[in-house]
């Protein structure tokens, strides 16, 4: 299994180059700091949350002698490849770019420090038959206790401006199932009357993700569910997905999936 799990109370680690391609959470149990994010700072205290995908985007640590933290950060792809499309992580993750920063009740940080304890109590088991299957559920619990507290943060937040109303239309159209049979930013564009280079750079600013990786991420579980269908043989999966040709299907869904259809569908059988 290709994904990491670090887990510290090194504040000063959190931007260091090995969590590059992770997602960072990290509570604030005690006394105060501040960094800088996408050239804002922010300033926390105790029981605030952070949680920035990609955290070699965070400089200008600074932390009083008192703070104290605990940290985990486990590799992005696998933390989003958990969740269902619709999820509300999607359209949560354009505030969270915004603002990393959430303020958590007192019970609030006690369940997210204990799933950061669970985690860390059984990261080091690679030896498991089902290792990536007991993380992949104790990280989803994790992440269901980040949205809630995540999702009370944000109960009356509006967004009204042009940029923010293009990336929402965006994620209606991909939660329509569309990318089923289209995955080309240029179509999305012209749903959304905007060029494709507009639509790109906006999605990218205001979520800090690509166009083409929402469209990804909305076609996994559609192509997920085809292949879990025994009746449906490769080539008619192909065609129902409008993929020019079987090869090209074979290496989409090995640069996503990380098998090719043949091996993920042996991946399904009972072991």
């Known amino acids: 299994m290709k994904t990491d799990f670090l887990y510290s109370t090194d504040f000063y680690d959190i931007n260091a180059s090995e969590l590059s391609n992770t997602c960072l959470h990290l509570i604030c149990t005690a006394g105060e700091g501040s960094f800088v994010f996408n050239e804002r700072c922010y300033h926390i205290v105790k029981n605030d949350l952070v949680v920035v995908p990609m955290p070699k985007r965070i400089s200008n640590l600074a932390a009083h002698n008192d703070m104290k933290v605990v940290w985990l950060a486990a590799d992005y792809l696998f933390l989003q490849n958990l969740l269902p499309s619709n999820n509300y992580s999607i359209g949560g993750s354009i505030s969270l770019n915004q603002n990393p920063v959430i303020h958590l009740t007192d019970q609030q940080a006690e369940h997210i420090l204990y799933d950061f ?155």
């Open 117 to 271: 304890k669970r985690i860390q109590d059984r990261m080091c088991d690679k030896n498991l038959q089902f290792y990536k299957e007991l993380m992949g559920s104790l990280c989803l619990t994790m992440m269901y206790d980040i949205f809630e507290a995540h999702a009370q943060r944000d109960a009356s937040d509006q967004h009204s401006d042009r940029t923010a109303y293009i990336v929402k239309q965006l994620m209606e159209i991909l939660s329509s199932g569309v990318s089923r049979r289209e995955r080309n930013v240029s179509y999305y564009a012209d749903r959304l009357n905007v060029s494709p280079k507009y639509l790109s750079a906006t999605v990218k600013r205001m979520t800090g993700h690509s166009v083409i990786s929402y469209i990804n991420r909305h076609t996994m579980p559609i192509l997920k569910e085809y292949l879990g269908d025994e009746r449906l043989s490769l080539t008619q999966i192909a065609e129902l997905m409008n993929f020019a040709s079987l090869s090209y299907f074979s290496r989409y869904c090995t640069k996503h999936l990380g098998q090719s259809p043949s091996e993920y569908r042996q991946s399904l059988q009972p072991r």
